[in-house]
C-alpha cells in the first residue's frame, strides 16, 4: 500500500492520481470476503450488533452494551470525564480470538 500511495503522488508514474474505489481497496488491501463474515460470525455470536462494513472491508462497526463489549473484547471500559464531558474508554488493550488476530 505504501507503494501504490507513493506513485499515486509520483507525477511520472503510471499510478498518478489513479484513485482505487473501496471495492478495488478491499480486493487489494482488505480482509477477505469469507474473514469479513468470520468477524461478523463472532461478534454475533457475543451479542453485538453489527451496523455498517466498509466497502473496503477494512472496518466493521458494531453495538452492545458495556458489558457485551467488555466480555467479547476482554477488556474494561470506564468512564472519565474530560474538560465536563462524559467519555467512556477501554482502560486495556482490547483482544480477539486467536483465529481472528493480525485479519
Known sequence: ???L???QQNPSSPQFHNWLTP?????R???SA????KVVAWLNSEGLTVGQMGRGRNW???????AQVSNALHTSLHRFQVNGEAHFANTSEP????????R
Open 29 to 31: 488491501f482488505g480482509v
Open 1 to 3: 500500500m505504501d507503494r
Open 60 to 66: 466493521v462497526s458494531f453495538s452492545g452494551t458495556a
Open 23 to 27: 471495492e478495488e481497496f478491499g480486493n
Open 5 to 7: 500511495l507513493t506513485d
Open 95 to 102: 483482544e480477539v480470538p486467536e483465529a481472528l488476530a493480525g
Open 34 to 37: 469469507g474473514d469479513q463474515s
